[in-house]
């Protein structure tokens, strides 16, 4: 754990030799691991070019494409390398917000798409909850049960990550509820004010979350949400507790006093908030946390704020929830986020999609409905989407990339803080837990317009929270890739210090 912690907080000095290999044992992680992938990018036009631009305008005769970068050949874009319509090639650091595990067009992939054994279960998509194909419960064990949490022995399939965290928190209101009734039937009065929306068939009852959180943009998932005004504004929401989450001050190593008081600060913020809640006869049943804040700017904890929150959970008897959407597969060279912190026992559940290719959560036994149709949709997830699932885990445990990951992390790490430390009145704060790297422009203009003249100089990049950059690759980035986005990154923050 110290050493992880010294990778994050690591004094940022200029090093010689900072891009060298190091020693055979990593030798794999160092050259490009797809030998279809081309050499490095390809810039032919501006971004959007010329055909993006006029199949923008296309779309946005039928939606609204505020949103769209630019369109994309899926056909010609080969494992770290996405390639748009107007013939260019860039190196994907941002990966379809995190969602791509073992780059594109992996040949595993395609091969599973046209093994004959597998053809039904694409063309007839199954409503799992009341019809599941034959092979459904070999696919969840071996593409979910074999890489979940320890204790974690039950799993629900969803669709995407916020029905994930709106089922997750169905859940933890049944088992409360039940656990309330202390094994009194469901009354008759409870089934007609349930169907009014009335107490006590729905009653007023809270989870608490964390500002800068963002869980989801269904209207359960918004209730626990505290970032990015777009996704709430004009929307009626739950009065939901919410307290504060750590600030912490970079490097951690020299901060390690005044982090920790910030993070009993926060952790007796929930405190107050439950007890608050409790008050207005709102209980809290129970927190929802991500490992790292992503969309509210990749912001970190330490294991001690972690622990901590754990121990309140089990003090006030309420499920602690982990949202592992965007961390979980990998990225942070664990499989799950949460591992890095060294929790006493398991969340009680852990929510996941992205990189994991279908949604859905891993919960503790005493969380599973009781009833039929609680936690259920038409298709609960797509089995199809174990079926890659499985040839994602089988590859991530045969070619060991949870170990590239923190290699390639560690050293994408050292070069960030090796610019930073260049370039101190531009960037600051760089962090990072295996891949899943970021650091702070000086503002969100500045931001925006490096990540504009990177894309042009062939990388694409993500960002979050206030003027964030964030690296969310795939599994298979290698040192050779982190060369050819440094050379880039150093070049653009360059042409802002002249």
Known sequence: ?????????????????????????????????????????????????PMSRQLIAELDTIQNTKAVHFFVDYERSQGNYLADVDGNVLLDLYTQIASVPIGYNHPRLLNALTKEENRATFVNRPALGVYPPRDFNARLKNALLSVAPPGLNQVQTMACGACSVEHSQK??????????????PISKEEIQTCLEGKEPGCPNLSVLSFKNGLHGRTMGALGV?????????????????????????????????????????????????????DKRSCPVV????????SEGGDNHATSYFFQGLQDIAKEYEIPLMMDEVQTGCGSTGKFWAHEHWNLK?????????????????????????????????????DPSKLIFLEEVVNLIKEEGLLERVEDTGSYLLSGLCDIQEKYPGLLSRARGVGTYCSVDVKDAETRDTILYRLRHKGVNLGSCGISTIRFRPTLLLCRYHVDIFLDAFDSVIAEFDR
Request: with cysteine; aromatic share 12%; hydrophobic share 35%.
């Open 1 to 49: 754990m110290a050493a992880l912690w010294s990778t994050i907080s690591r004094v940022c000095t200029v090093t010689q030799g900072l891009r060298r290999y190091g020693s055979p044992a990593v030798a794999k992680m160092v050259m490009k691991s797809d030998p279809f992938e081309p050499d490095g990018p390809i810039v032919n036009t501006e971004i959007p070019g």
């Open 171 to 184: 859940a933890m209101f049944i088992a409360y509820q039940r656990r309330r009734r202390n094994g009194r």
């Open 225 to 277: 949400t505290h970032a990015k005004w777009p996704l709430k504004l004009d929307f009626p929401v739950p009065d939901w507790p919410y307290a504060s989450f750590p600030t912490l001050k970079y490097p951690l190593d020299q901060f390690i006093r005044e982090n920790r008081i910030e993070e009993n600060r926060c952790l007796e913020e929930v405190r107050e908030r439950i007890h608050a809640w």
């Open 286 to 293: 129970g927190i929802i946390v991500e490992p790292i804040q």
């Open 345 to 381: 026992d398991s969340p009680d559940i852990v929510c996941f999609s992205k990189k994991m290719l279908t949604g859905g959560f891993f919960f503790k036994d005493h969380l599973r409905p009781e009833e039929g149709h609680r936690i259920f949709n038409t298709w609960l997830g």
